[in-house]
């Protein structure tokens, strides 16, 4: 007897590090056997939580929750719990004390808190440094 994985729909967040996660622990009661019902239930975690429950639900971005159709196996866990990275999450400050200094053979290298380079950087507002 073979037993085949299947796909079922689960609700995921943007974790700090920019990776697209579960949501919710990797247990079959946390995915759904269809995206109505994810989107559903989604869609009543937001009405019945404020924005404070949902930002600290949402690792600080509920505006990145999401219903996402993950691979399980015939139990209902999902196979992978990590789906991608998510670009477009900021760093929020950089904070350079006035002992550090630049020119222009200088390397400034962010790396995430697994300890990987961050490579795809865009500056949305640059400061000066005599401001």
């Given amino acids: 007897m073979s037993l085949s994985n299947i796909t079922r729909y689960a609700?995921?967040?943007?974790?700090?590090?920019?990776?697209?996660?579960?949501?919710?622990?990797?247990?079959?009661?946390?995915?759904?056997?269809?995206?109505e019902q994810a989107t559903k239930h989604l869609?009543?975690?937001?009405?019945?939580?404020s924005n404070d429950n949902l930002k600290y639900f949402?690792?600080?971005?509920?505006?990145?929750?999401?219903?996402?159709?993950?691979?399980c196996y015939h139990h209902g866990d999902a196979i992978g719990t990590v789906f991608g990275y998510d670009p477009t999450i900021t760093i929020n400050a950089l904070h350079?004390?006035?002992?550090?200094?630049?020119?222009?053979?200088?390397?400034?290298?962010?790396?995430d808190s697994n300890g990987n380079d961050v490579t795809d950087i865009r500056i949305a507002e640059q400061m000066s440094a005599n401001t």
């Fill in 11 to 35: 609700i995921t967040k943007v974790n700090k590090d920019g990776l697209i996660v579960l949501a919710s622990a990797n247990q079959g009661r946390n995915h759904f056997d269809t995206e």
């Fill in 43 to 49: 869609a009543l975690l937001r009405a019945n939580n």
């Fill in 58 to 71: 949402a690792d600080g971005h509920p505006e990145k929750l999401a219903v996402r159709a993950i691979e």
């Fill in 96 to 111: 350079i004390d006035d002992t550090t200094s630049f020119d222009e053979n200088s390397e400034l290298i962010i790396r």
